[in-house]
């Protein structure tokens, strides 16, 4: 059996700012995205049956709905035999918590995407693939490079930025998740907006280390979602109090981060919290795209798409 594994890694948002609405309806935003060493594991094994999704985690769903499903419904159209779906069974071993604001969905389907063209051969121009990302989400696109970089309209046109140095991140998982399409309805739904913006400013311990002016590091959307999940403000202060450099919630949420200059304190400070936290680190991009390109190397019999 061809088999080919690879890893979908996690991202924070840095910063996300809101700056209202555009004409067909989506938020237009600037963010500053941040890719992650914790992953979902995705392992693609041709079979002789129909595309097929099972993972270790229940909640997530298996049919059409999932991304990873639609990203090989992409690849599919590609393929010459125009299959409506690869004959594969993807296996998932879910470490990203969903609804949690870090990208463990549409990593996954960028993973999918870049995994199902090297295990068919499929010659799929870059801009081809960043369209077909881009058709899956708006954040999609970033997972095809990873590192530090900032998404602007939408959030899926990207400009590569100087690479955070690297430190330690915790995340802490709240025992709910939120909707994406919640938080923004939130923000839509505030009196004022822009006070909700400005409110959500902190400070910082050592700006400098970030490369970023101190008036971005917020996330716009956390005040409106921690007024119905109060538990994500004091998160953030907590964290801040155990020593962090910099704490914010990451995207929609409801993902708590902190960073860390140390391990060793990244790792005292999660053990205090038990199992709602894990710690990970930074990756820039070019780690980011070495264990990407590791990944679809890696002792893969590669075979023509002919099926």
Known sequence: MKTLTVRAFAKINLTLRLLGIRADGFHELRTTFQSLALHDTLEFAVTSGPFAIECDDPSMPRDRTNLIWKAAALVGRTMSTRRALPPVVVRVTKR??????????????????????????????EAALTEMARSLGADVPYFLHGGTALGIERGDVLFPLADLPPVWVVIVQPPFGVSTADAYRWWDEAANAAAVGRRSSRRTADLDAFLLPSSELRNDLEPPVAARHPE??????????????????????????????????????ARAFGGRAVVTKTLSRREYERRRNEDLRRGLPVMRATC
């Open 232 to 269: 994500i403000a004091a998160l953030v202060r907590r964290l801040y109090r155990d020593g962090a450099r910099y704490a914010a919630m990451s995207g929609s949420g409801s993902a708590v981060f902190g960073l860390f200059a140390a391990e060793s304190a990244a790792r005292e400070v």
């Open 96 to 125: 990203i918590p969903s609804q949690a604001g870090l990208g463990g969905g549409s990593s996954d389907a960028a993973a999918t995407l870049g995994a199902l063209a090297r295990l068919y051969r499929l010659s799929i121009p």
